[in-house]
Every structure is written in structure tokens, then in C-alpha cells.
């Protein structure tokens, strides 16, 4: 099992991103995957998930409104799109999955015992 999470930068305030993640090595097609980040001094959390096979979506509170999971299955890759970005929203984020957790809602709500290496988002001027 491995995810490999990309697409991080450099961008200003008010712009947009989209971050990847490739996952292999699952025998399910559609395994349940999140993305979480961890900014400078702070925890860990989610900012959304995506669950099995029906790709029900989760957002904690914080999170909802500008940002976007998604899923292309044919190239076993999650999306999540980030508009309208903030210097707050500077952070390493990873994507993540746990084989057993098939509910978007619980696998943000855990700590999933997969992860890809992370990607760098930062948003300054």
C-alpha cells in the first residue's frame, strides 16, 4: 500500500491549487482515502475524506466551502481542490487511508495508519 501526494506550492492569497494522490498497491479499486494537513507548531487534521466505492464525501466544519475531494478511479488518484487560499492554510498535507475504515466521517475522524510523505502548500504574498 502506498499514496503518493503532490501538486503542493507557492501561492498567493485568493488563489487555487489542486494536490494529487496516486494510491497502489490495494486490492480494492476504491479504497477509502482522506487528506489532513499539519501546519507550522500545530496538530494534525482533516480536511476531507472520501469514502469507499460510492465516494461519499466528508468535510469538518472548518473545511467546508473551499475545499474539494474527488476521485478519477481510472488513475487511482484522489483530488482536493483548495480555492480561494489562505495564509492559513499553509501546512504539509498528506493524503492518507485506512484498509479497514470504509466511512469518509470515520476516517477523518481517526488517525488512519497509511500515509503518503506529504506536500508543501504555502500561501503568502
Known amino acids: 500500500v502506498q499514496l503518493q501526494a503532490s501538486g503542493g506550492g507557492l501561492v498567493q492569497p485568493g488563489g487555487s491549487l489542486r494536490l494529487s494522490c496516486v494510491a497502489s498497491g490495494f486490492t480494492l479499486n476504491r479504497p477509502a482515502i482522506g487528506w489532513f494537513r499539519q501546519a507550522p507548531g500545530k496538530g494534525r487534521e482533516a480536511v476531507s475524506c472520501?469514502?469507499?466505492?460510492?465516494?461519499?464525501?466528508y468535510y469538518p466544519d472548518s473545511m467546508k466551502g473551499r475545499f474539494t475531494i474527488s476521485r478519477d478511479a481510472a488513475k487511482n488518484t484522489v483530488y482536493l481542490q483548495m480555492d480561494n487560499l489562505r495564509p492559513e492554510d499553509t501546512a504539509v498535507y498528506y493524503c492518507?487511508?485506512?484498509?479497514?475504515?470504509?466511512?469518509?466521517?470515520?476516517?477523518?475522524?481517526?488517525?488512519?495508519?497509511?500515509w503518503g510523505q506529504g506536500t508543501l502548500v504555502t500561501v503568502s504574498s
Open positions: 472520501l469514502s469507499t466505492n460510492n465516494d461519499i464525501t
Open positions: 492518507a487511508t485506512d484498509l479497514g475504515q470504509s466511512i469518509s466521517y470515520a476516517l477523518c475522524h481517526s488517525r488512519p495508519p497509511n
